[in-house]
């Protein structure tokens, strides 16, 4: 008997570890089709650490909490990037993310600040093409 629940136990952590790899792996691809440093990748990658030990991938898309996590360092760290950004990278539904977003950052406590909106000025500006 001991040694059947040995092999449970280490299939859980090895499971557990194949887990956090493809979490890692996942959150570098985003970061990389939205230009996010190593240190958004690090402190995403803790998020999703922490997800994966509260059970808040079991019966989610791996895909959908990795960008709720990296969203939440963006928060943070007041990027200006949006959940659209991420929905538009990954090609899912804004409101899949963001019910997955609300949902993760309600189980962590987390208090986000409103984001200011004068950080999006110059982006949508931008975007008109206007001249000087």
């Given at each position: 008997g001991g040694s059947a629940r040995g092999r449970g136990?280490?299939?859980?952590?090895?499971?557990?570890?194949?887990?956090?790899?493809?979490?890692?792996?996942?959150?570098?691809?985003?970061?990389?089709?939205?230009?996010?440093?190593?240190?958004?990748?690090?402190?995403?990658?803790?998020?999703?650490?922490?997800a994966?030990?509260?059970?808040?991938?079991?019966?989610?898309?791996?895909?959908h909490v990795v960008?709720?996590?990296?969203?939440i360092v963006c928060r943070q760290e007041k990027s200006q990037h949006m959940l659209i950004d991420f929905s538009d990278a990954l090609q899912v539904n804004v409101y899949t993310l963001g019910t997955c977003f609300l949902k993760f950052r309600r189980l962590l406590?987390?208090?986000l600040e409103i984001i200011d909106p004068a950080l999006y000025v110059y982006r949508f500006a931008a975007h008109l093409e206007l001249d000087e």
């Open positions: 136990y280490g299939f859980s952590r090895d499971s557990r570890e194949t887990t956090l790899n493809n979490g890692r792996r996942r959150i570098q691809e985003i970061a990389s089709r939205l230009r996010l440093s190593n240190h958004f990748v690090d402190a995403a990658h803790r998020l999703f650490t922490i994966v030990e509260k059970n808040f991938v079991q019966g989610r898309r791996t895909t960008a709720a996590c990296l969203y406590g987390l208090k």
